[in-house]
């Protein structure tokens, strides 16, 4: 999206995201984020209040719990592959777009009280829409009656190290590339759920 298209909130967000990935939390002033979006520290203060809230506001505007509730409640075709192929695309398109985010997260948590708390309600949310899907497929008969929250929980994590992997500029796993892997550990996955 182009910053002159961006209302001054947005412009202070992705500001912040930029320059505190590029220099961390404590190495940003307000005044640097502000002028980086080309306003002042006044417009930042009365948007926010203070960086952490800036940061605060970015990671729950930019992370993936709306567009993931929005999907399951919209496109979901109850047919066990093609739905989670379509979660796990979903979630890797939201999680890559928001790197840089993500990054912050893991670097700074220390530095920012309750930070931690915070991140974490995402994937909380979508645990929480994994496992009600994996209990709505059971009850139609098209999974096999399971722990629904533990294979939620396993989804998500095979699909979150991918994305680690992948963070890491594929430092660990070089031949393992996304694109099969998404096509190959949905397929395993829905076969073993399938009755």
């Known amino acids: 999206m182009e910053n002159s298209k961006l209302g001054s909130g947005e412009k202070l967000l992705v500001a912040a995201l930029n320059l505190i990935a590029e220099k961390g939390y404590n190495g940003v002033t307000t005044l640097e984020i502000a002028t980086a979006a080309g306003l ?18 970015a990671f729950d505007r930019y992370h993936y719990a709306e567009e993931m509730k929005k999907l399951f409640s919209e496109k979901l075709v109850w047919d066990l592959e093609e739905d989670l192929l379509l979660v796990s695309k979903t979630y890797h398109e939201i999680m890559n777009r928001n790197r840089k985010m993500i990054q912050i997260s893991f670097k700074e948590e220390s530095q920012l009280p309750g930070f931690r708390e915070r991140t974490h309600r995402h994937p909380l949310q979508l645990l929480d829409i994994l496992t009600n899907y994996f209990i709505t497929m059971a009850e139609k008969g098209k999974i096999i009656p399971v722990d629904p929250e533990a294979h939620a929980f396993a989804f998500m994590m095979m699909h979150f190290g991918a994305f680690m992997n992948d963070l890491d500029s594929h430092k660990y796993y070089a031949s393992i590339s996304l694109e099969p892997f998404i096509q190959n550990s949905v397929k395993i996955f829905a076969r073993a759920l399938k009755p």
Not at 42 to 56: C, D
């Open 40 to 57: 002042s520290e006044k417009t930042l203060f009365r948007h926010f209040g203070s960086k952490q809230k800036l940061l605060e506001a």
